[in-house]
């Protein structure tokens, strides 16, 4: 246990750990800037939505492993190619919600929005994506913990990140190297898992939540 | 005032129109029931007004305007719309649904919520109890009449109200129909209402527009004409084989000419003067007498009335009566 302990005291723990966090964050970041215009573009039709929705499903079906080994033939070695990868991993779960939640909003609560006078965009940004917001933040949380954890592996593309003291941990043969980096992802992991749950309660318009409590009794 | 001018309305990839060459007005201040069996094209024909659904062919006019001079959605808030589903915002309270068209329209905030707690009172909901509620915890009925008052928000001139009793039961429908009048009294609206049940639309109506499949107006005018002289077949069979006693229920005692009493009133079956004819003419069989005496509020003798005088006005009615 000491020995774990003295690996969060590690300088290049702290190192790791920001680069983990930077890469993290960054590729959560394009990833909501990408896949979210591209469900607001695509929602509308049922056609395009299938295609984004199955090609989102296409995409989390591909393993964390199998894009970064597509990426580094492509892309090479580094920081950089590594966050391609993981903003890859990033769209889908985002990508999917966003179209779903959005289409799913009763087509009558936005004929009475229309008929009252709201314009397009005021049904939008007053009706659709708050009714939508709950499902919207489960897929950027799926999405950011998929990310935190598969950040581990970037370490294999040289992007560095929490992976590296497992790896170094495997190559001079130290246990508590590879535990303390595995446990400090997993922490990662779950903090990340229960800030986005907690954002999602908060981005959860209260009358919905009366909603739900209703069906469920 | 509505003027629709040869409007009719083809749906892309349909050979067929749904609405077929509508022309009729609807007067300010009255209620314009739009009836009609189900898929007949009211909803298209009201939808036409606001601009949710464009014309293929002819024009509507408010107040001698085409509906076309403002863009849809400035047009949208100042016609009060309640949609057949009513459409509640299920993440936004009661107040803030209700408040919808006055804060597109940017009221200051206290009058919004002096608005709101008014129409809260209005359709008879505690504004204490609901202004902070969800829809989700509302009941349908109650639902409908957040519904409608949401619809009267921003106080509009012309309201379109499409089926806006219909999910409730038979017993509500009625006190919400009875609540509605009362309120249309004070506020004296535009008001086009549609409903495929026929009693409604005569209790409703200052006017009926019969539609007949494929969006044909089979006959406009007030409840009273039409049960008197429907024009066609379709007419009378829709409005149904008791549309004698439909009209009946249309006119109230203090409405006829009474005979005097003769001074024989005391055994007869009395009648407040209030009373429709269709419950009186009920009074009277039920009580198996010719005559009954007509009392004002006050107990006071106005006259006789008899099942005969009753059958006169029926039967002239009937022989008016003219198909083309
Ligand atoms: N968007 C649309 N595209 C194509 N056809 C439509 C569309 N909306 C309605 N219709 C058709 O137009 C006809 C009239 O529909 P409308 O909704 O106006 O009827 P309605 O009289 O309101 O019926 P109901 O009493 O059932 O509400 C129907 O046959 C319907 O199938
Ligand atoms: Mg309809």
Same mark, same amino acid.
């Given at each position: ?12 723990? %702290? ?21 979210m215009p591209?469900a607001l573009?695509?929602y509308r039709?049922? %056609? ?50 966003a179209?779903?939640g959005l289409r799913q909003v009763n087509p009558q609560i936005i004929d009475a929005a229309r008929g009252m006078g709201l314009s397009n965009g005021q049904v939008l940004g007053h009706i659709q994506l708050p009714i939508a917001a709950p499902v919207i933040f ?64 908060a981005f959860t318009p209260k009358g919905l939540l009366v909603t ?6 | ?51 949710l ?7 509507? %006019? ?9 863009s849809g959605t400035k047009?949208r808030r100042?016609?009060g719309y309640?949609i057949?589903?009513i459409g509640l915002f299920p993440h936004r309270t009661i107040a803030d649904n209700i408040a919808t068209v006055p804060q597109l329209l940017d009221w200051?905030k206290?009058?919004i919520?002096?608005?709101v707690?008014?129409? %809260? ?13 969800y829809p989700a ?9 957040v519904g409608?008052a949401r619809a009267?928000a921003a ?170």
């Amino acid at each position: 246990m000491d020995s774990i302990l003295k690996v969060f005291q590690r300088p290049d723990f %702290l190192a790791q750990l920001v680069v983990h966090i930077e890469l993290s964050v960054i590729a959560l970041l394009i990833g909501i800037t990408v896949a979210m215009p591209v469900a607001l573009l695509v929602y509308r039709s049922r %056609l395009w939505s299938a295609v984004a929705i199955n090609t989102g499903n296409i995409g989390r079906a591909v393993p964390s492993l199998a894009i970064l080994a597509l990426v580094f033939p492509l892309l090479g070695f580094g920081f950089a190619p590594s966050l391609v990868a993981l903003t890859l991993l990033a769209i889908p779960p985002i990508l999917i919600n966003a179209s779903t939640g959005l289409r799913q909003v009763n087509p009558q609560i936005i004929d009475a929005a229309r008929g009252m006078g709201l314009s397009n965009g005021q049904v939008l940004g007053h009706i659709q994506l708050p009714i939508a917001a709950p499902v919207i933040f489960a897929g950027i949380r799926t999405s950011a913990v998929q990310v935190v954890a598969s950040a581990t592996l970037a370490t294999f593309i040289g992007g560095g990140g929490l992976g590296e003291l497992i790896v170094l941990g495997f190559q001079r043969n130290e246990l508590a190297i590879q535990l303390g980096g595995s446990l400090a992802v997993a922490i990662l992991a779950i903090i990340t898992e229960v800030g986005f749950g907690l954002l999602e309660r908060a981005f959860t318009p209260k009358g919905l939540l009366v909603t739900s409590n209703h069906r469920s009794k | 005032m509505i003027e629709f001018r040869g409007v009719s309305k083809t749906y892309p990839g349909s050979l067929h129109p749904v609405v077929n060459d509508l022309s009729f007005e609807i007067l300010d201040g009255e209620i314009c029931v739009l009836v009609g069996p189900s898929g007949c094209g009211k909803t298209t024909s009201m939808r036409m007004i606001n601009r949710l659904i464009e014309p293929s062919e002819g024009e509507i %006019l408010i107040d001698g305007e085409p509906n076309t001079a403002m863009s849809g959605t400035k047009l949208r808030r100042h016609i009060g719309y309640a949609i057949q589903q009513i459409g509640l915002f299920p993440h936004r309270t009661i107040a803030d649904n209700i408040a919808t068209v006055p804060q597109l329209l940017d009221w200051d905030k206290i009058r919004i919520e002096r608005r709101v707690d008014e129409l %809260l009172q209005l359709v008879g909901l505690d504004p204490a109890q609901y202004r902070g509620r969800y829809p989700a915890e509302l009941s349908g009925g109650q639902q409908q009449r957040v519904g409608v008052a949401r619809a009267m928000a921003a106080d509009p001139p012309i309201m379109l109200m499409d089926e806006p009793f219909g999910a409730v039961d038979p017993i509500t429908r009625n006190r919400l129909q009875d609540e509605f009048l009362r309120i249309q009294e004070e506020i004296n609206k535009t008001i086009v209402f549609v409903t495929h049940d026929i009693d409604e639309a005569i209790k409703m109506g200052d006017k009926l527009a019969i539609l007949k499949e494929g969006g044909v107006l089979a006959q406009y005018d007030t409840p009273e004409k039409i049960l008197a002289a429907p024009n066609s077949e379709f007419v009378s069979s829709f409005v149904g084989a008791d549309r004698v006693l439909k009209r009946l229920s249309l006119l109230r005692v203090s409405d006829m000419e009474l005979d005097s009493t003769n001074g024989d009133g005391d055994d007869l079956p009395r009648i407040s003067e209030r009373t429709n004819l269709k419950d009186a003419l009920s009074e009277l069989i039920g009580a198996g007498a010719e005559r009954g005496v007509v009392v004002s509020n006050g107990d006071g003798a106005r006259g006789t009335l008899s099942i005969e005088t009753i059958r006169r006005l029926s039967h002239q009615a009937e022989a008016e009566q003219r198909y083309e």
